[in-house]
């Protein structure tokens, strides 16, 4: 159970607060409501840019880095397709550093053309590095696209391709930060040793005269259903041959969610789950095998994906895959099978709120889907989830016709 009080100023900035005076420090999450879906498609990969260029400097504070450490504090960000998100934590003493420090950059970040310049070369080394250099690095630069034809989730948050980030002008930028970055967009989340009313009274101290902005709301398209599969075959100088396959399933405000939680780590959530089980240690068809639910604002996928064994020829792996889908599909799933992973999802929960960190983040998170009360009623949810919404669901979403598969293969060995 996550205590908290949320207060909203008047320029629209929400403000939560979760008091623990028993840890010295404090958790500081600002999450901006922009991500990669919201970005042009012929001007991607800025929101990742602007995670960035964050920490280069405010008007009024040329170094972002160098005031919080001094102050004992410690940062740092990451972006998704789907918001932006910078954290801190602090000694409780010190907070008033880290309000200084967000509300600056919020009001004010620095223009230059210097700092441009070394974050864009910055974020090219990554998406060289990261995405064109490395084995397997472009699987989901090429996964991406295929799953998805219209929604802007077929490009990765890094961007769609490296030339968006290096034609990025200083007027482009400028327009995106007025576009994204105001207290209307944010969501400003504590937990640790302060006070809600400390916090509300720093918050109007430093954040409160931050004018609000006109949002323009961005249309997104709706990914149109899937009705035939799709396959893709790349070689590749990598060491094992692997699979990829993605299945379009709900969005994060789906009734069917956290069934689409509890289904894909009844499938893949363990050593002793149905596909690891028996395609790496019973079969021996795959060294590793993976499930996951993306779980995005949009609908998302479920993804398949597994390094096959040397000796074993890929179209026979994906084969035994389907083999074991199908068996779900018939026979369902046991309440032994179900109760353990919601015992597992139960644990995993109270783990998460153990951490001022995560605490500070899940706030901002299920206040930006719409409800911060949820965040105490999602074991609730997942228990109200049957072995009949399991098997529906797998048979729902798992089909051929909604299926994109990518065999990933050795140059040379290819099916």
């Known amino acids: ?15 939560i607060v979760n008091y623990d005076q028993s840890t010295p420090l404090v958790a500081m999450n600002i999450l901006y409501k922009v991500g990669a879906r919201n970005e042009d498609e012929n001007k991607t990969g800025f929101a990742h840019l602007f995670e960035h260029l964050m ?12 005031p919080l450490q001094r102050a004992g504090g410690e940062n740092n960000a990451f972006t998704n397709s789907d918001f932006t998100n ?20 919020m009001l004010s970040l620095a223009f230059s053309e210097n700092s441009l310049e070394v974050q864009r070369n910055v974020v090219m080394e990554e998406f060289k590095q990261r995405y064109l250099n490395q084995p397997y690095g472009d699987v ?32 482009d930028v400028k327009a995106f930060f007025r576009q994204w970055y105001c207290p209307n967009n944010a969501i400003l989340t504590l937990s640790g040793n302060i006070t809600v009313k400390k916090a509300v009274e720093l918050a109007n101290r430093w954040f409160g005269e931050i004018p609000k902005q006109h949002l323009s709301e961005k249309i997104i398209n709706a990914e149109p259903a899937q009705h035939e599969k799709r396959f893709l075959q790349l070689e590749r100088n990598i060491p094992a041959n692997a699979i990829y396959k993605t299945f379009h399933a709900c969005n994060r405000f789906d009734n069917d969610f956290y069934a689409t939680e509890l289904m894909v780590d009844i499938l893949c959530g363990s050593n002793s789950s149905i596909l690891y089980h028996s395609l790496v240690k019973e079969q021996k068809l795959f060294n590793t095998i993976n499930v996951y639910f993306t779980g995005d604002i949009d609908n998302g996928l479920i993804v398949i994906e597994g390094k096959v064994n ?7 792996a994906d084969n035994a ?15 032994m099978e179900l109760n353990i992973v919601k015992q597992k999802t139960e644990s995993a929960l109270q783990f998460s709120e153990m951490n001022i960190g995560n605490r500070a983040l899940n706030l901002a998170y299920f206040e930006m889907i719409g409800n911060v009360e949820t965040i105490n009623h999602q074991m609730e949810n997942y228990n109200r989830v049957t072995v009949d919404d399991i098997q529906r669901i797998v048979a729902e979403v798992m089909r051929e016709q909604n299926e994109s598969v990518m065999y990933y293969c050795k140059k040379g060995g290819a099916a």
């Not at 910078?86 to 950059?105: C, G, H, K, V």
């Not at 895959?321 to 309440?335: A, F, H, P, T, Y």
């Open 310 to 316: 040397e000796s074993v020829d890929i179209q026979t």
């Open 86 to 105: 910078y954290y801190l934590t602090i000694p409780a003493q010190n907070i008033e550093t880290a309000f200084w420090l967000e509300s600056d950059r």
């Open 140 to 171: 989901w630069l090429n996964l991406r696209p295929l799953a998805y034809k219209v929604h802007p989730y077929k490009w990765a948050t890094i961007g769609k391709d490296l030339s968006h980030i290096e034609q990025a002008t200083m007027a």
């Open 55 to 66: 920490f280069g400097g405010s008007v009024n504070i040329p170094s972002y880095d160098e």
């Open 1 to 15: 159970m996550v205590k908290f009080e949320k207060t909203v100023l008047p320029n629209g900035l929400p403000v």
């Open 321 to 335: 895959i389907n083999e074991l889908l199908n068996k779900v599909i018939n026979q369902g799933v046991s309440e």
